[in-house]
Structures are given as C-alpha cells and as structure tokens.
C-alpha cells in the first residue's frame, strides 16, 4: 500500500443484512488490510445494536461542559485512535442509513471530533491522526442521477461538513456502486478492483 507501513484502521458498517454487497464488501476490506499489516476495529453498528438516538445528557452537554460520552465511550475510543476509516453503507433516499448518522451525531461529538469556536463560528478540528478516509456505498440510482440531478449529496456532506472541518489532513475518498439491485457478479468483482485500487493508495 502507499506511505504508511501500518495503519490503526476503523472499519464501520451500516447494514442490517449479513448477505449483502455491503457486508461483502467489508469482509474483504477488513481480509486485504489485515493482510497487510494493518490493526483492524470493526464496528458493525445494526449487529452491535448501536442505539442512533441521541440521549439526553448528550444533547444537553452539547454546548455546556464537557460533552457526555458514557454511553458512546467503546466509539469514540475507536475514533480517536483511527489512522484511517472505511465506511461501508447503502445510500438510501440519497443519504446514509439513520443508524449511520445517528453515529456521526453522537460520536464525532465537541471534545471527541472538533471544538466549539467562541461564538459558535467555525468548528475547530481535534481529528488531527486521522489520514485517510474510504467510503464505500451502494445505491439503486444511476449514477447520472446521482451526479447531475442530485449532485452527490452524501459525498458533499461527508468531504465538506464533516470530514474536512473535523479531520483537514484526511484524504478522502469514495467509491459508489450504482444500479446496485441489478448487478451481476462481473460487476461485483470491477466494483471490488475498485475499492481495491482505492486501498492500495494508502
């Protein structure tokens, strides 16, 4: 792979079906970087049972205190040690999974992601470890749709919102699988040399 000899790498993924592209596509995410010496965390967030909703002392230390992480410790644990993430979702209505912003929402927190601003102006990063950053979809769109009609809305918000202003030395990349519910096992296997190839920048 790239530069680095070996990684702390977090590998998150959001789909509730075992036989699925998504959880195949993390199972040889997870194999190629193992086999290549990086320290893997796997977080599979509906077999984890990983609760989206906010809580109460959460959202109440939002902006009083220290924000409360009882509830998300083992997470943001993983975050702050990741050297590189994998995200492996389905994009559904042109967005991610709840469970997967619930995850954002409440685990790329004040204090774990970024710092409050005076005057609530622009955030100030904490996620300063974190080099890379792949991000793995499927979605039943073509991708004309996608790209002209909807402009990449996933990819904006993850590169724009959330990534560069908590993490501004991660390179990001993305790799989407269009028309997924009609694909065949050709097209599996160029979307798999995809990721590869994306990998293999690290």
Partial sequence: MGDYTSMR?????AHPL????????????????QAEGHEVT????????????MTAAERTSYYQGQYSTQAVSEQVEHLLSAEAIVLV???WWFSYPAILKGWFDR???????????????PIKAR???LREMLVITSLGAPQWVDRL????????????????PCAPKCRFQMVSM????????????????????ALSRW
């Fill in 149 to 164: 009609i909807m402009k990449e809305p996933v990819k904006r918000v993850l590169k724009k919102a959330i990534v560069g």
């Fill in 89 to 91: 979702f389905p994009t």
């Fill in 107 to 121: 685990v790329w927190a004040p204090g774990v992601a970024y710092d409050h601003s005076p005057g609530y102006g």
């Fill in 178 to 197: 269009y028309k997924s519910e009609s694909l065949t096992s050709a097209q599996v296997d160029e979307f798999w040399l995809r990721v590869k190839r």
């Fill in 9 to 13: 790498c977090l590998v998150v993924k």
């Fill in 127 to 129: 996620l300063h470890n």
């Fill in 42 to 53: 796997l977080e599979d967030l509906y077999a984890e049972k990983f609760d989206a909703a």
């Fill in 18 to 33: 075992s036989e699925s592209l998504c959880s195949s596509m993390t199972r040889r995410v997870v194999e190629m970087l």
